[in-house]
């Protein structure tokens, strides 16, 4: 199983960028998905998730400005960030479970390595 998350970088604050997260070794269609994050110094929480039917929540600091998605058919995990802070800026994991509650639980069954976003000027 492997989850290759790309796209992190750079940006200013008020910018965007999009991570990727492309899937093999699974059905992904048979699986929940999820963004998660770790700031230094702070726990890794669950940004956003997505469930096999197609449900999407968002931790509150992000809501209105990340949107996360997925494609079936390329196998591929999305995460639309947009007006992004400072405060946005942390290693980003993706990550796969056959049930949703083990991605709300910060326990799925697999992990992606991360991607790091730094917001800065």
């Known amino acids: 199983v492997q989850l290759q998350a790309s796209g992190g970088g750079l940006v200013q604050p008020g910018g965007s960028l999009t991570l990727s997260c492309a899937a093999s070794?699974?059905?992904?269609?048979?699986?929940?998905m999820g963004w998660y994050r770790q700031a230094p110094g702070k726990q890794r929480e669950l940004v956003a998730s997505v469930t096999i039917g197609g449900s999407k929540n968002y931790v509150d600091s992000v809501k209105g400005r990340f949107t996360i998605s997925r494609d079936n058919a390329k196998n591929t995990l999305f995460l639309q960030m947009n007006s992004l802070k400072p405060e946005d800026t942390a290693i980003y994991y993706c990550?796969?479970?056959?049930?949703?509650?083990?991605?709300?639980?910060?326990?799925?069954?697999?992990w992606g390595q991360g991607t790091l976003v730094t917001v800065s000027s």
């Open positions: 070794g699974i059905i992904f269609r048979a699986n929940n």
């Open positions: 990550a796969a479970a056959r049930a949703i509650s083990t991605v709300v639980d910060g326990r799925p069954d697999y």
